[in-house]
Structure formats: structure tokens, C-alpha cells
């Protein structure tokens, strides 16, 4: 073996957590444990590059670096903390939202999922895809509903840009 790739840098997954990644999302929806693991691994990749458990990235780069959507690593962290895997840390200066800081844990579990010879995890709350439409529908028609509720009073035309602007809500109207 050359020395050079002795010295490749390289990034340390725990099988014990990856077995319990498998448990948790095989159940999910289609791609769901792939996108789980491309994240997990994303997420091990920054940290091996930075030298150091803890730190500070945007979602998009990480998305990038999982190849999938923010909406997906939004998600994914999400399940990651609540199994203790990860300790998303929000930041923020002078009122504006920065990246997150993550700190990856290591070794044990904090939960204590058991996992005996292969066993079944312990199983979290997560909601089903059944919930998950749900909640899509539901949020969508709340919208629609705060767009039917707009009074065309509320609407002018914007003195600098020359567009549409809702005085009530603050935002251009398309």
C-alpha cells in the first residue's frame, strides 16, 4: 500500500446506528431509509472534514452533499435527534436565523434503544405518510384560506418596485 493511501482521510460510521436508521425508516416511505442514510453520512462526511464533531452548516449544503432536498435533511435531522444521534443547536444574530450548529454523538445511544442480536429498535413517534398528507392538506387549505381572506384594500401598487404589494401581510402579490 503506497503512502498516499495510508494518509486518505476517511469518515466513521457506527453499524450499530445505521442497524437502528435501517429499523426506523424501512417502514416509511419509499427512499426513505436511503435518503436517512445519504443524510447520516452527509452528516459524518462535514464532520470528518472539519476535524470535529461539532459544526456549523447550512441545510442546503447539506442537502447538496446527501443529494436530496432541504425539506428531506429538515426531516431527517429531525428523527436523528429525537434517536439521539445528533444535537441540532439554532443560532441567530441580531434577529436573523444563521445555520444550524450539529454536534454528532458518538458511542452509546442517550435513549437507550436495546438492541439484542439484531433485534427490533425501540420504537419512536413518528407520524405515518397517512398523517403527513394530512398535515399537508390541512396547512394548504390554511393558505388558500388566508388568500381568500386578503382584502383587495389591503392591496396597491408598490412605489419603488411598481408591483403588486399586500400593506397587510407585507408581501409582493403575484
Known sequence: ?????????????????????????AEGRLGALTSARSVYLALSEIASDRQNDTFTVATSYI??????????????IGILKKLGFL????????????AY?????????????IYPS??????????????CD??????????EKEIFANNDNDIVIHGRTGERFNQRT?????
Open 1 to 25: 500500500m503506497s503512502d498516499h493511501a495510508k494518509r486518505e482521510p476517511f469518515c466513521w460510521l457506527e453499524k450499530r446506528k445505521l442497524r437502528i436508521i435501517a429499523d426506523v425508516f
Open 63 to 76: 442537502a447538496q452533499r446527501a443529494g436530496v432536498t432541504s425539506k428531506t435533511v429538515r426531516r431527517v
Open 134 to 143: 394530512e398535515e399537508s392538506r390541512e396547512g394548504t387549505a390554511r393558505k
Open 101 to 113: 450548529e450539529y454536534t454528532l454523538i458518538r458511542g452509546d445511544c442517550p435513549i437507550g434503544l
Open 170 to 174: 407585507k408581501e409582493f402579490v403575484w
Open 87 to 98: 444535537k441540532p443547536q439554532a443560532r441567530s444574530a441580531n434577529g436573523l436565523k444563521l
Open 118 to 131: 439484531f433485534g427490533k429498535a425501540k420504537k419512536i413517534a413518528l407520524p405515518t405518510s397517512e398523517e
